[in-house]
């Protein structure tokens, strides 16, 4: 079973893998998990999106999203037919902090899977993989009560 301790020790190894990326950019790690979901995640375009998927309050959504708009790593876009809705857009400058963030990414994977042998991985990537689809069956099935 995993612990709460495992999944803090995870987000805290992950954040100081980020640390020395969000002093070098002066970018807040919240600021920087959003540009990067976004970026890695083109179908989430929305504050809402951010607040729903990664489970982050929307006041600070709200609050990082400005930040990351004032300098110029997000544009605000007015959705066509809808002009209440906005969607978010990485722009260019926002291109080489997402590279750096993507090589962090990779490292905290290899360091996070080092000495696990490749059939073991396999064996937990279907794991989660099943995992997954059977939360989403509970998912469809809850809603429909």
């Given at each position: 079973?995993i612990s709460?301790?495992?999944?803090?020790?995870?987000l805290?190894?992950?954040?100081?893998l980020?640390?020395?990326?969000?002093?070098?950019?002066?970018?807040?790690?919240?600021?920087?998990?959003?540009?990067?979901?976004?970026?890695?995640?083109?179908?989430?375009?929305n504050?809402?999106?951010?607040?729903?998927?990664?489970g982050?309050?929307?006041?600070?959504?709200?609050?990082?999203?400005?930040?990351?708009v004032?300098?110029?790593y997000?544009?605000?876009?007015?959705?066509?037919?809808?002009r209440?809705?906005?969607?978010?857009?990485?722009?260019?400058?926002?291109?080489?902090?997402w590279?750096?963030g993507?090589e962090?990414?990779?490292?905290?994977?290899?360091?996070?899977f080092?000495?696990?042998?490749?059939?073991?991985?396999?064996?937990?990537?279907?794991?989660?993989?099943?995992?997954e689809?059977?939360?989403?069956?509970?998912?469809?099935?809850?809603?429909?009560?």
């Amino acid at each position: 079973m995993i612990s709460i301790e495992y999944i803090h020790k995870l987000l805290d190894v992950y954040n100081q893998l980020c640390r020395p990326l969000c002093q070098q950019t002066g970018i807040p790690q919240t600021s920087l998990d959003i540009l990067m979901f976004l970026k890695n995640n083109p179908q989430y375009k929305n504050a809402a999106d951010i607040v729903k998927i990664r489970g982050i309050k929307a006041n600070l959504v709200s609050i990082h999203v400005e930040r990351l708009v004032q300098e110029g790593y997000l544009e605000r876009r007015e959705v066509p037919g809808d002009r209440r809705k906005t969607e978010l857009i990485c722009t260019r400058k926002a291109e080489h902090v997402w590279r750096q963030g993507c090589e962090i990414q990779k490292t905290f994977i290899e360091t996070l899977f080092s000495g696990v042998p490749a059939e073991s991985r396999k064996i937990f990537e279907q794991v989660m993989e099943q995992t997954e689809e059977n939360l989403n069956t509970y998912q469809k099935e809850n809603k429909k009560k």
